[in-house]
């Protein structure tokens, strides 16, 4: 099943403290993306990633770090969270930014 | 830069009513794309269509309807005969050559029984 896979789902942090969600894609997608999704603002756009070892940043990248080693995977870092990153994040990925998005279920972070 | 603006913040109707949701693009690019995408009570994204800068023809799809005005920047989307199951958060999206992908803020809509 063609699918885009984020861990965790949920997570309950403190400031400071490194945190990684992984997001995964099995579509062979070169294009891949983080979101976050907060009330009133929609969906704004953190890292996008064009290929591999391709990065550039979204409308919202600070505070964030991404990796593209792997075709499949695009995790995005939070260095040192803090709690204004509190949000909804989505992962997508696609054929390319043209195309639709896949995106994956999501992953809710608290930063107390 | 590029810039969606969804002014309708949320818009609540009867069932089997019509709803039109209003997009409003802003690019200086000459090719672009422009999507849709539901999110219904559950969370997921859903694709729902895609217009490319070219193609200004409207499209039908069962009771979803896609209104695309280049001269007017708007890209709008109706429900006839709306149904419960329409309820969701709408999003508008524009993508242009630079690889960014550029979303509203949503439209809540919520239809009641």
């Known amino acids: 099943e063609a699918q885009v896979t984020q861990n965790p789902r949920y997570l309950i942090t403190v400031t400071g403290k490194k945190l990684t969600v992984t997001c995964s894609q099995n579509?062979?997608?070169?294009?891949m993306s983080w979101y976050r999704q907060d009330p009133g603002l929609g969906l704004r756009q953190i890292y996008y990633?064009?290929?591999?070892?391709?990065?550039d940043k979204g409308d919202v990248p600070e505070g964030y770090k991404v990796s593209r080693k792997e075709k499949r995977n695009f995790p995005l870092i939070l260095e040192s969270p803090s709690p204004n990153q509190t949000s909804l994040y989505f992962c997508a990925s696609s054929l390319s930014v043209r195309q639709p998005q896949h995106f994956g279920d999501g992953t809710r972070l608290s930063i107390l | 830069a590029q810039k969606v603006t969804q002014a309708q913040t949320e818009i609540s109707v009867v069932e089997k009513e019509d709803v039109t949701l209003d997009c409003v693009y802003e690019?200086?690019?000459?090719?672009?794309?422009l999507f849709w995408y539901k999110q219904p009570p559950s969370g997921e994204l859903v694709f729902l269509i895609r217009?490319?800068?070219?193609?200004?023809q409207n499209e039908i799809s069962g009771r979803y309807s896609w209104n695309f005005q280049k001269s007017t920047s708007s890209f709008n989307f109706t429900i006839t005969a709306s149904q419960v199951v329409d309820s969701a958060v709408y999003f508008c999206?524009?993508?242009?050559?630079?690889?960014?992908?550029?979303f509203g803020a949503g439209t809540t809509v919520t239809v009641r029984a």
């Open positions: 690019t200086r690019d000459t090719t672009y794309y």
């Open positions: 579509m062979n997608h070169e294009y």
């Open positions: 990633s064009m290929n591999v070892e391709v990065t």
């Open positions: 217009r490319n800068s070219f193609d200004e």
């Open positions: 999206a524009l993508s242009v050559n630079d690889y960014k992908l550029s």
